[in-house]
Nanobody, 120 residues
Framework: QVQLVESGGGLVQPGGSLRLSCAAS????????MGWYRQVPGKERELVAT???????HYADSVKDRFTISRDNAKSTVYLQMGSLKPEDTAVYYC??????????????WGQGTQVTVSS
């Protein structure tokens, strides 16, 4: 069984910073692309950033130059460093990873979500 466990959400003031972490665990053969998505009530989940196994990154326009995605392949962990936070960044942030298990085919897995609230 494969799991993604997130940590690092919370309340932060506008202009502040926050770092999210997401660790994959279980019977994993290989972790492929990892990423972060976010969702606010009444809206669809949207892409924030992704990173491939080799470190190629992609960002939503709304977070470019403010957020940085990175990963530690040895720990099967992805990070999202968020800076210059705005109230509109408030959302539940979800970790996503395409994982090939030891037995079976690659599939997309999701974390449980972590709340990020930007407010004064």
């Amino acid at each position: 069984q494969v799991q993604l466990v997130e940590s690092g959400g919370g309340l932060v003031q506008p202009g502040g910073s926050l770092r999210l972490s997401c660790a994959a665990s279980g019977r994993i053969f290989r972790v492929n692309t990892m990423g972060w998505y976010r969702q606010v009530p009444g809206k669809e989940r949207e892409l924030v950033a992704t990173i491939t196994t080799y470190g190629s990154t992609h960002y939503a326009d709304s977070v470019k130059d403010r957020f940085t995605i990175s990963r530690d392949n040895a720990k099967s962990t992805v990070y999202l460093q968020m800076g210059s936070l705005k109230p509109e960044d408030t959302a539940v942030y979800y970790c996503n990873a395409n994982i090939m298990p030891i037995i079976g085919l690659p599939d997309d897995y999701w974390g449980q979500g972590t709340q990020v609230t930007v407010s004064s």
